[in-house]
Structure formats: structure tokens, C-alpha cells
């Protein structure tokens, strides 16, 4: 049982189902408008391809500043028109034949909501509609507009709300009235290419009910033959869902719940599932129920493009065209498979969605945050702006794809912990890591075996890892990953790392090595795959007891006595670690003070029996106070001064006797 519980996450991988031919290439980047924390930064184009761009006016604007709108031609940089618009504008929308329609936000809480029209120039306003309560906004193929309105009936009676619908002159000529009563306010409103299908997200009102709540996210859709709204709901509870309408009337959501954790959802007309997919990221748990898991747009041929943050953590990847960092552009096909996941060179965050837009499916707009390794193909019409104090950088970037068959992809894209999935830390010998990238090895996965008397092999699938021209055992071969042991004769202080593939080597990557970089293996990213002392699996419905010895499994802590074929599983007697090493965690001795780490006793800390040598059990007792909010790391064995490596933290699930 001890065994069993961690092997398969050193053997796990993604199983991605792909579609061949579907290729994005890089055509430019630039810098984008300045980040402007608490407005509205949005793009849209049109059907020519021309870029339309809102934005803060200035860098020394704050709040709710005036909003500045801007058109470039297709090359992204040629500036059309530039027009300081005088109000914040809370939503644009562009029709495919440019015409632009914005919402300001009202002088007062007693004034109108408008909807306005730009001319051709972006200067004039064609026309202005009140519409009460005001505040989502879609257009059609023909440029006709969709919006929410809310509207009370009395002093005390409940708001309602419905959909209003504007013809090209901007006068209200449908209303799609009684949106069902469904928790929530409906906040977010997409439409099909012809106006006909019609969606309405429902988004929470307060973010305190939905943290007690835990509630489903609510949808309603209405159809070109359907009289009544169609209700449905989404896997689990999602803050801010990004949403649109294929052409088919096939719904497509793509939300972050409350613990950051993203999935994208196709839903057809009748309100059926079409396929539920778990999109990996590193979104922080959400504080507020404003705040938006990214972007989200379709192309013509029903296409979903999603972006993702990572972070300091790596994520498989499909036809990556930059080495693992820490946002990247998906492309999913309309039965979910994947078309092409790649990393977004200098992007640095998806938390905010400043926007992605597809228009047919040949130009691809993606507006995102640059970090300080961001360097631009072109100059565009934006300077780079300095680095905020709260928010680093405070500069946006501006990438443009689309199809092409010959983009230069990364074969190797980055080497993570098999354990923590951290990037950019060094590899430690004996270390279990995860290779991601493209063409590694066979579509279908290889899970190779040992046993005591045969180590696991150095080919497999038709692969081969080599670290220094020294062959790697293999733990998993598949096409993205790769889950491969350091030859313990890698003693650094680099490495490099190289993958052959049916007789094609890839790019070999180099990476720093130190001999002790622990990694503790989850379930979850942050729960530890732990046993409690009964030997069951530690989870939330089966918590330790307080001051019970709980075991979790590691890799990356070093050297072991007597040392051990490269490979091979650990049997007895049972080796030693060279680095002595607990569980603990790590505390401040004051505001401002030096980190410490205090470790736990140990029942047991050393090589894992039974699993590949390189990986690490310890059976620590858990300390009679701590909860299942007590976040822990794996560090040295003594009490001190905080300076010296330590693993990922993570959570224990922590409970009654």
C-alpha cells in the first residue's frame, strides 16, 4: 500500500488527445498600454484584422480615469485613429466591419446607462441608447447589439432583468424579457455569429456567499427556435466565467473556482455536456468575486483559444514555440481535444483578462503582462512603461499569431521536479524529473517497469534521455512527457539534458545541479500524497489525528549510502540519505525578522523501500496543534536560521482524534 500510493504519481503524465495539422506561428510582438490596476484594459478587431484598443489614458490616471481607445492597422503598430474618449468605459465590443459600441460608466448612480455607437473616425458618436442597468455588451455578425438590463418594478420589489436587444440604428427592437431567478446576477451575456443563440453567465452577488455556498455557477440560453430560457450549470462554482456562443450553439465556458483551479466546458444546444476539461494553472485562491480566470475566443471553425497562468510551476505543452515560462496560449478543438499549447515568450501573468481575440481564425490577438524577460519583435505604438511598486511589471504585452505550418517549435520545452512541477530550481542526482515538450516519444504512453534484480531501462518507446551522454533510466515515455531518474553520477555544477526520439535528438536543455533540491509529491499541487498511521490515505473526509505519524514520499534529497545502480529499486537492508532532512516549517522570529525552519521528529526519513532509488519517505509526527491550514516544507534536519534549500510547501489534511 505504501508503494502503490506514490507510484503512480512518478508515473503519471498528460494524456493529451491531439489533432494533427493545426499549427500557430508567432507573426509579432510589442508592448502593449500601461497596466492599469482597477480599469479596463480590452481588445477587439475586426474582420480586417484591425486592432482596437482600450486602455488607461496615461500612467498617472488612478481609478476610474478617462478611458483612451485607439485603432492600428493589422500590423498591430500603424496607428488608424486615437481618440481620448473623456469617460471610463467599462465595455467595448467591435462588429466585424469596425463599428465600435462602449458603455461609459454613468456620472451618477441616478443617471442612464448608455450604449454608443462610434463613427468611423472614433471620434463622433452615431447614436447613444439608454438602456437601465446597462453593463455586458455583445454584437452580432451584422452589428446588432446585445446588453442585460436591470430594472425595478418598485421600491420594494426585486430587480429583473432581461436581455435588450439593439438594431444597426440603435434602436431597441427585441427584448428577451423574465431571466430565470437562479443565484447569482447575470453579468456576463455572449451571442452566435447570427444573434440567434444567446448566453447569460450568472456570476455570485457577494463573494462571501459564494465561499459559504460553494455553489454551482448558473447559465441560461436562449435559441433561435426555443420560446422559454434553457438553464444549466457548470462543473463546479466559477468566479467571473469567460464565456461565448460556437455557430453551431454550442455554449463554451471557461471559469476558475475559488481555489484557482481553471476548466473549460463545451456545452451543446440542449444543455448536455460535450466534454469537461481541467485546465492546469497556479491561479491564486480568489480573493474576490470580481476577478476573471483570463480570456477566452472561438474561431470559425468552433475552436476555443483559452490562456493560462503557471507560474514557477511547468505544465505539459503541445507544439510550443518558447521554452516553459509562466502564461501560455491553448487551442482547443470543438471535441476537446488539444490543437496546441505554447508557451507566451515574456508573458508573465493570466490572472487579469485583458483580452484574446480570434477573428476567423487568421489573425489571433493575445494582450497579457510582460515581465522583465519580455523583449518585443517590433516597436509598436506603445513605450515600455516603468515598473510599478504593487504590481511588476506594470507594462503590457501584445502578441499576434495565426496558422502556419512552418513555425519553429521547442522540441524540449523545460525540465521540472516530477514532485513539485517547480521550473527554474536546480536537479539534484538521483532526482525525478518531468520533461515536457513535443515529440518526446509515442502518442500512446510507455510505462516501463523493474523490479529488484532489473533496474528500469535507459530505452523505452523508442526513447532516450541522456544527461551529460549519460543514459537516464525511464519512468514514463509519452509524446509531451517524459518522467526520467538523474544519473546519480551528475554532480554538476550543470547539466545538460537531451532527448533522442526514434533516432531525432531534440534541443538539449542545460540546467544548474545541487545535490540536495528537495521536491514533495501531491495530489493535488498542494495536498502531500500522504498516508496516516493506519496506513489509509490521508485526505479531507479522512484527516490525521493530531500528533499522529503521517508519511509523505520526495525526490531530489540527494546522494544515498550505499550508493545504488542508476535506476534500480531500493530493497534491504535499506540505504541511508547523505543529507539528513525533516518536515517542518518555516516561521518569522518578527516583523522583519530572520526565517527559521523547525523540523518535526521523524519515525522514519530515508529511501523509499520498494521505489526507484531517488525517492524519499519520511514519517513524521504531526504536532498536536497544527490544522489542516498549516502548510509545511521538507528542509534540513535542525533548527535554524532559515538557508538552506527546501522543498515545496504543502498541506496535510489535519483533524478530529
Same mark, same amino acid.
Given at each position: 500500500m505504501r508503494s502503490r500510493v506514490v507510484l503512480f504519481l512518478l508515473t503519471s503524465a498528460a494524456a493529451w488527445a491531439t489533432t494533427p495539422g493545426f499549427l500557430l506561428g508567432i507573426n509579432y510582438s510589442e508592448w502593449g498600454p500601461y497596466l492599469a490596476i482597477g480599469n479596463t484594459q480590452q481588445i477587439a478587431a475586426d474582420g480586417s484584422g484591425a486592432l482596437y484598443v482600450l486602455s488607461q489614458c496615461t500612467q498617472s490616471d488612478t481609478g476610474y480615469g478617462p478611458s483612451c481607445l485607439a485603432k492600428y492597422a493589422a500590423d498591430g503598430k500603424t496607428p488608424v485613429w486615437q481618440n481620448k474618449l473623456g469617460v471610463y468605459v467599462v465595455a467595448m465590443a467591435v462588429d466585424t466591419n469596425g463599428g465600435v459600441y462602449l458603455i461609459p460608466l454613468p456620472a451618477s448612480a441616478n443617471a442612464p446607462h448608455l450604449i454608443e455607437k462610434l463613427g468611423a473616425d472614433?471620434?463622433?458618436?452615431?447614436?447613444?441608447?439608454?438602456?437601465?442597468?446597462?453593463g455586458a455588451l455583445a454584437v452580432d455578425a451584422t452589428g446588432r447589439v446585445f446588453t442585460i438590463s436591470a430594472s425595478s418594478v418598485g421600491a420594494s420589489s426585486p430587480v429583473e432583468y432581461s436581455v435588450i436587444r439593439l438594431n444597426t440604428a440603435g434602436m431597441i427592437d427585441v427584448t428577451f424579457p423574465n431571466l430565470p431567478e437562479v443565484d447569482g446576477i447575470p453579468n456576463y451575456i455572449a451571442v452566435d455569429p447570427t444573434g440567434s443563440d444567446i448566453l447569460v453567465a450568472y456570476n455570485y452577488q457577494t463573494f462571501l456567499?459564494?465561499?459559504?455556498?460553494?455553489?454551482?455557477?448558473?447559465?441560461?440560453?436562449?435559441?433561435?427556435?426555443?420560446?422559454?430560457?434553457?438553464?444549466?450549470?457548470?462543473?463546479?462554482?466559477?468566479?467571473?466565467?469567460?464565456?461565448?456562443?460556437?455557430?453551431?450553439?454550442?455554449?463554451?465556458?471557461?471559469g476558475t473556482d475559488l481555489k484557482g483551479n481553471r476548466w473549460l466546458q463545451r456545452v451543446d444546444p440542449t444543455g448536455a455536456v460535450v466534454f469537461t476539461k481541467a485546465i492546469p494553472s497556479q491561479t491564486e485562491p480568489a480573493t474576490s468575486n470580481e476577478e476573471a480566470p483570463a480570456s477566452l475566443a472561438l474561431d470559425d471553425a468552433g475552436n476555443a483559444y483559452i490562456t493560462s497562468y503557471t507560474g514557477a510551476y511547468g505544465t505539459p505543452v503541445r507544439k510550443s514555440l518558447a521554452f516553459c515560462g509562466s502564461a501560455w496560449l491553448g487551442v482547443y478543438a470543438p471535441d476537446g481535444s488539444v490543437l496546441q499549447i505554447t508557451y507566451l515568450p515574456g508573458a508573465s501573468s493570466t490572472l487579469f483578462a485583458f483580452g484574446t481575440v480570434v477573428i476567423g481564425g487568421s489573425h489571433v490577438f493575445v494582450l497579457d503582462v510582460a515581465d522583465s524577460t519580455f523583449t518585443p519583435t517590433q516597436t509598436g505604438p506603445f513605450p515600455q512603461y516603468p515598473y510599478g511598486p504593487q504590481y511588476s511589471p506594470a507594462s503590457l504585452a501584445l502578441y499576434n499569431l495565426s496558422p502556419n505550418p512552418g513555425a519553429q517549435t521547442v522540441p524540449l520545452a523545460c525540465a521540472v521536479s516530477a514532485a513539485s512541477f517547480l521550473m527554474n530550481v536546480p536537479v539534484a542526482p538521483g532526482e525525478l524529473l518531468a520533461l515536457y515538450g513535443n515529440s518526446l516519444g509515442p502518442a500512446q504512453g510507455v510505462q516501463p517497469t523493474a523490479t529488484l534484480e532489473t533496474p528500469f531501462p535507459t530505452q523505452a518507446g523508442g526513447t532516450d534521455v541522456t544527461f551529460d551522454g549519460t543514459p537516464a533510466p525511464l519512468v514514463w515515455v509519452q509524446d509531451s512527457q517524459v518522467n526520467v531518474a538523474v544519473p546519480w553520477s551528475v554532480t554538476g555544477p550543470t547539466t545538460?539534458?537531451?532527448?533522442?526520439?526514434?533516432?531525432?535528438? %531534440?534541443?538539449?536543455?542545460?540546467?544548474?545541479?545541487?545535490?540536495?533540491?528537495? *521536491? $514533495?509529491? /501531491?495530489?493535488?499541487?498542494?495536498?502531500?500524497a500522504a498516508l496516516n498511521q493506519d496506513g489509509t490515505v490521508n485526505s479531507a473526509s479522512n484527516p490525521a489525528p493530531p500528533g499522529s505519524i503521517v508519511s509523505i514520499w520526495t525526490t531530489g534529497t540527494g546522494p544515498i549510502s550505499p550508493e545504488q545502480p542508476d535506476g534500480s529499486l531500493v530493497g534491504s537492508p535499506l540505504p541511508v540519505n547523505a543529507y539528513p532532512a525533516a518536515v517542518g516549517h518555516l516561521y518569522e522570529a518578527g516583523i522583519g525578522g530572520p526565517a527559521y525552519f523547525a523540523p518535526y521528529p521523524n519515525a522514519?526519513?530515508?529511501?523509499?523501500?520498494?521505489?526507484?532509488?531517488?525517492?524519499?519517505?519520511?514519517?513524521?509526527?504531526?504536532?498536536?496543534?497544527?490544522?489542516?491550514? %498549516?502548510?509545511?516544507?521538507?528542509?534540513?534536519?535542525?533548527?535554524?536560521?532559515? *538557508? $538552506?534549500? /527546501?522543498?515545496?510547501?504543502?498541506?496535510?489534511?489535519?483533524?478530529?482524534?
Open positions: 472614433g471620434t463622433a458618436v452615431l447614436w447613444s441608447t439608454a438602456v437601465p442597468g446597462a456567499d459564494a465561499y459559504e455556498m460553494n455553489p454551482i455557477n448558473n447559465f441560461v440560453r436562449i435559441g433561435p427556435n426555443n420560446a422559454t430560457w434553457l438553464t444549466f450549470s457548470t462543473p463546479q462554482g466559477a468566479l467571473a466565467p469567460a464565456i461565448a456562443v460556437a455557430a453551431n450553439g454550442d455554449a463554451v465556458i471557461y545538460q539534458i537531451c532527448v533522442t526520439y526514434n533516432n531525432v535528438r %531534440t534541443n538539449c536543455l542545460t540546467e544548474p545541479v545541487q545535490e540536495f533540491a528537495p *521536491g $514533495v509529491f /501531491t495530489v493535488d499541487g498542494l495536498h502531500a522514519y526519513a530515508g529511501p523509499a523501500p520498494l521505489l526507484i532509488a531517488g525517492t524519499a519517505q519520511f514519517n513524521f509526527q504531526v504536532g498536536g496543534n497544527e490544522s489542516s491550514s %498549516t502548510y509545511f516544507v521538507l528542509g534540513a534536519n535542525t533548527t535554524s536560521e532559515f *538557508g $538552506v534549500p /527546501t522543498s515545496n510547501t504543502f498541506l496535510i489534511y489535519i483533524g478530529g482524534q
